[in-house]
C-alpha cells in the first residue's frame, strides 16, 4: 500500500522561496502521473502541477513560472519548488497520483503566505 508524506510547508513573506517534499513508499506503477494539488482556504483541492515519468510537465496558469516539480526516483520523492511566492498561494498542499486518486491522501504541509 503506498503512503504519501509531505513537508516542507511554513510561512513565508510574499516573494520569498519554499521547497515541499513528498516520500512516496511502496510500488508505484511505472506509468502513474504524481502531481501535487493544493487546498486554498474556503476552495475545492485543485491539481497544480504534474509530472510524467517520460519528464512531461504541467502546470497550472497561476504557478506557470514560479513553482518547479520535479521527482527523485532513487528516493521515491516528488519536489515543488516555489519561489515568487503570493499570498494566493496559501494552502495545504498534497501529493498524490493524477488524473485518477489511487491513494489516500497524506497529511499535507501547510504553505502561508503573508507579510
Known amino acids: 500500500q503506498v503512503q504519501l508524506v509531505e513537508s516542507g510547508g511554513g510561512s513565508v513573506q510574499p516573494g520569498g522561496s519554499l521547497r515541499l517534499s513528498c516520500a512516496v513508499s511502496?510500488?508505484?506503477?511505472?506509468?502513474?502521473?504524481l502531481a501535487w494539488y493544493r487546498q486554498r482556504p474556503g476552495s475545492q483541492r485543485e491539481v497544480v502541477a504534474h509530472?510524467?515519468?517520460?519528464?512531461?510537465?504541467f502546470y497550472i496558469d497561476s504557478v506557470n513560472g514560479r513553482f518547479t516539480i520535479s521527482g527523485d526516483n532513487s528516493k521515491n520523492t516528488l519536489y515543488l519548488q516555489m519561489n515568487n511566492l503570493k499570498p494566493e498561494d496559501t494552502a495545504v498542499y498534497y501529493c498524490?497520483?493524477?488524473?485518477?486518486?489511487?491513494?489516500?491522501w497524506g497529511q499535507g504541509t501547510p504553505v502561508t503566505v503573508s507579510s
Open positions: 509530472l510524467k515519468r517520460s519528464g512531461s510537465l
Open positions: 511502496g510500488h508505484i506503477i511505472d506509468h502513474v502521473i
Open positions: 498524490n497520483s493524477w488524473p485518477a486518486l489511487l491513494w489516500s
